[in-house]
């Protein structure tokens, strides 16, 4: 089982950045990938970027050119750089882990909002 805790969400203006975090309860290299997904009010839930235990990543859409996640593997710990915010990213974050074939978790997720 893996429990998560996200942290760094808030209120940021059209532009700015904001880095939100993710510790994990266990070791991420033995984690087969840790995801951000991101929701918005309405709309599905979607991925935003993954890094696996190998440290591959992989962009959604939304993350390209301006979205970078990374990991801490002492701290156990993954991140979500987001740069160039806009208005549309506004959403709540969620970090997940995929933990095949063990299993898959979310965490309780965090708000961001971009807003002038």
């Known amino acids: 089982q893996v429990q998560l805790v996200e942290s760094g969400g808030g209120l940021v203006q059209p532009g700015g950045s904001l880095r939100v975090s993710c510790a994990a309860s266990r070791s991420i290299v033995a984690i087969t990938a840790m995801d951000w997904y991101r929701q918005a009010p309405g709309k599905q839930r979607e991925l935003v970027a993954s890094?696996?235990?190998?440290?591959?990543?992989n962009n959604g859409d939304s993350a390209k050119g301006r979205f970078t996640i990374s990991r801490d593997v002492a701290k156990n710990t993954v991140y979500l750089q987001m740069n160039n915010m806009k208005p549309d990213d506004t959403a709540v974050y969620y970090c997940h882990a995929d933990d095949t074939p063990c299993g898959d978790y979310w965490g309780q997720g965090t708000q961001v909002t971009v807003s002038s």
């Open positions: 890094i696996t235990s190998g440290g591959r990543i």
